[in-house]
């Protein structure tokens, strides 16, 4: 259904998640030219303006293809040029972290190093605090599944949460949906998450902190995408 033809990447659900033992498995292809393939699902009915929370669970594997690509998990329709939307993932340029770009702004969570091979609770939270005030907040957290099992926490003060954003849909898994091999250069095919994704869930509000632990704590096992086809359901 999701990826089911051709020389398409893997993109199925496999073994290995903590919480239900399901995850989809997200597996860029790169061909004899250096070109990349990205496993990227399009959810056209989503958008995310103003306040919102995503809370995901993965396993990464690495960088699709090099560390100054990131791995993007969600691109909630960033729009560069019109510094709206964001996006949310692992961060090479910048040593490896749970990252962001908010509009052209960078917030990325510098207390931490991932390492490839490991689970991680990850979750970021936008708070819009409107044009009267002028001063946003974005909170980023992540929790690595280790012996030390310790929260990571930042929370950056910035006026790049916008109510306006573009409609073109949310992407999961890359920066850009693509039918087909691009060179990574010359388009967005690189930036793409590597791994496994247990679940992922979003919200069109600011979770609070203690909402965003209890979401860790008590995850949703499965990992499901709303079809655009018209049914609330799926």
């Given at each position: 259904l999701l990826r089911e033809r051709g020389l398409s990447p893997p993109l199925l659900f496999a073994?290995?998640?903590?919480?239900?033992?399901?995850?989809?498995?997200?597996?860029?292809?790169?061909?004899?030219?250096?070109?990349?393939?990205?496993?990227?699902?399009?959810?056209?009915?989503l958008q995310l303006p103003s306040s919102s929370t995503i809370v995901t669970r993965f396993f990464w594997d690495g960088f699709a293809f090099s560390a100054s690509y990131p791995g993007w998990i969600i691109n909630n329709n960033l729009d560069w040029n019109g510094n709206r939307g964001w996006m949310f993932g692992v961060?090479?340029?910048?040593?490896?972290?749970?990252?962001?770009?908010?509009?052209?702004?960078n917030i990325y969570l510098d207390t931490y190093t991932m390492v490839t091979g490991k689970w991680y609770d990850a979750a970021a939270v936008l708070t819009d605090n409107g044009p009267s005030n002028?001063?946003?907040?974005?909170?980023?957290?992540?929790?690595?599944?280790?012996?030390?099992?310790?929260?990571?926490?930042?929370?950056?003060?910035?006026?790049?949460?916008?109510?306006?954003?573009?409609?073109?849909?949310?992407?999961?898994?890359?920066?850009?949906?693509?039918?087909?091999?691009?060179?990574?250069?010359?388009?967005n095919s690189g930036k793409?998450?590597?791994?496994?994704?247990?679940?992922?869930?979003?919200?069109?509000?600011?979770?609070?902190?203690?909402?965003?632990t209890e979401a860790f704590g008590y995850p949703?096992?499965?990992?499901?995408?709303?079809?655009n086809n018209n049914s609330l359901t799926d």
């Open positions: 073994g290995g998640g903590k919480y239900g033992n399901l995850s989809a498995r997200f597996e860029p292809l790169t061909n004899e030219l250096g070109q990349v393939y990205p496993p990227a699902i399009m959810v056209s009915n961060r090479g340029d910048v040593g490896n972290r749970l990252g962001m770009y908010v509009g052209q702004t002028g001063i946003d907040t974005v909170e980023l957290y992540l929790w690595p599944n280790e012996p030390s099992s310790k929260l990571y926490y930042k929370k950056t003060f910035t006026t790049a949460v916008t109510n306006s954003i573009p409609t073109s849909g949310a992407i999961i898994g890359s920066e850009s949906f693509q039918s087909g091999y691009t060179s990574p250069s010359t388009s793409s998450f590597k791994g496994l994704i247990n679940h992922l869930a979003v919200w069109n509000r600011a979770l609070s902190y203690a909402e965003v949703h096992n499965r990992f499901q995408i709303g079809l």
